[in-house]
């Protein structure tokens, strides 16, 4: 199973001079296999990078694991081509919501007059698909998907693939004035090869936006710790870090790790592709 990363950025997209390296598009990731449909996790702007790779000729099927309804997560979706042809599929999995269905609430986001055309006018055919606190296949894939603290309806997904584990939580609220890991997180991260988890503010930056739905490096690295995770990948980052304080908000995280007897740190960029 390979993970490519198409987007990293957390809040809107923030393509810039300082921030080529890493990148600017919000969330997308892709979790591709040999012979299999692939399987998309969150539909940021970098989905429309991710559709580029894929077949326009109305042969695409796929599914997306979306883990809530924040633009930075969704406003891919229109501009994803291989899903605007007659005869392509994709079912997209995300959690329930309060005053409608995921599909209502997917129309509320693209639609007159905020955007041009509603999802329903793309030619091929969207299921949605509202998942919470459950276990399911999704293709060959085994996909247990649980609540995770944020604002609003959240979910964070575990996919096991041939004998390769990944999980994704994009975006988690980090308790404030305690350690803690919800149960539900460490039920999803457990023992994963890879961690993809929200690492968006410095501590100082936390201190000021405590309350926002998101947490430090530092947190995301006591829960990669608490699950015995391999490999924890930093992911969501702030719109306004750049190349450089990347570098530096990497290095301090990988020597924290290695203080303690921790996983391997990297942070997440646009183009980055693990192999598991």
Same mark, same amino acid.
């Given at each position: 199973m390979?993970?490519?990363?198409?987007?990293?950025?957390?809040?809107?997209?923030?393509?810039?001079? *300082?921030?080529?390296?890493?990148? !600017?598009?919000?969330?997308?990731?892709?979790? #591709? $296999?040999?012979?299999? +449909?692939p399987i998309m996790l969150d539909m940021g702007t970098g989905l429309r990078r991710?559709?580029?790779?894929?077949?326009?000729?109305?042969?695409?099927?796929?599914s997306a694991l979306v883990t809530h309804l924040h633009w930075d997560h969704v406003q891919g979706l229109p501009f994803f081509p291989p899903v605007d042809r007659v005869? *392509?599929?994709?079912?997209?999995? !995300?959690?329930?919501?309060?005053?409608?269905? #995921? $599909?209502?609430?997917? +129309?509320?986001?693209?639609?007159?007059?905020?955007f041009p055309v509603r999802v329903s006018d793309l030619r091929g055919t969207i299921a949605f698909h509202e998942v919470d606190d459950e276990d399911l296949a999704v293709g060959d894939a085994k996909v247990?998907?649980?609540?995770?603290?944020?604002?609003?309806?959240?979910?964070?997904?575990?996919?096991?693939?041939d004998g390769a584990v990944v999980v994704y939580i994009s975006d988690h609220q980090e308790p404030i004035g305690s350690r803690d890991v919800a149960d539900s997180v460490i039920e999803l991260?457990?023992?994963?090869?890879l961690l993809?988890?929200?690492?968006?503010?410095?501590?100082?930056?936390?201190?000021?936006?405590?309350?926002?739905?998101?947490?430090?490096?530092?947190?995301?690295?006591r829960v990669a710790q608490a699950a015995c995770v391999r490999t924890v990948a930093l992911f969501?980052?702030?719109?306004?870090?750049?190349?450089?304080?990347?570098?530096?908000l990497?290095?301090?995280?990988?020597?924290?790790?290695?203080?303690?007897?921790?996983?391997?740190v990297i942070a997440a960029y646009e183009g980055l592709c693990i192999a598991l």
């Open positions: 390979e993970v490519t990363f198409y987007g990293v950025r957390g809040s809107c997209p923030s393509p810039s001079e *300082a921030n080529r390296r890493y990148g !600017g598009n919000t969330a997308s990731v892709a979790l #591709l $296999a040999s012979g299999h +449909d991710f559709g580029e790779t894929q077949p326009c000729d109305g042969t695409f099927r796929g005869g *392509a599929h994709l079912d997209v999995y !995300g959690p329930s919501q309060v005053g409608g269905s #995921l $599909a209502q609430m997917f +129309d509320d986001v693209v639609r007159p007059p905020y247990r998907v649980r609540q995770v603290p944020h604002t609003g309806p959240t979910v964070g997904y575990r996919i096991e693939r991260a457990d023992g994963a090869d993809i988890h929200d690492a968006q503010y410095r501590p100082d930056e936390f201190a000021e936006k405590a309350h926002w739905g998101h947490c430090t490096a530092g947190y995301a690295l969501h980052h702030d719109p306004s870090h750049g190349d450089d304080e990347m570098d530096r990497l290095d301090q995280a990988t020597q924290m790790s290695a203080a303690c007897g921790g996983p391997e």
